[in-house]
């Protein structure tokens, strides 16, 4: 889409459900990874997405610190 691009990064494809890639700690968070043609206005989305993502990684680090 021109104006709304995405899915170059797609989920499911490159990256996991935890936005995670192949890469140890590479995450990928941006409209890259919205998995179909999208077409829609994706701020709202994005931010959920990074929310999203926050959650995984402070689950992460919490984890870590236990250790
Ligand atoms: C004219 C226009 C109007 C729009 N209006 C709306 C709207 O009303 N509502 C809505 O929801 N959406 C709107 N959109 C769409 C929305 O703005 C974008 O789809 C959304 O911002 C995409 O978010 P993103 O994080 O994927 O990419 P971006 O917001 O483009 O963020 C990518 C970031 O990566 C950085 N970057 C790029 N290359 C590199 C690099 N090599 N190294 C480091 N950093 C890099 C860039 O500087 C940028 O900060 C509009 C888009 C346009 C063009």
Redesign the pocket.
Known sequence: MA????GTVRLGDIVDQNLGCRYPNLHV????VIPEP?G???????LTLARYLARILAQGSATAERK
Do not use: E, Q
């Not at 104006?3 to 995405?6: D, F, I, K, L, R």
């Not at 829609?40 to 994005?46: E, K, Y």
């Open positions: 104006v709304h691009p995405g968070c941006d409209a890259s999208w829609l206005p994706p701020t709202l989305t994005l």
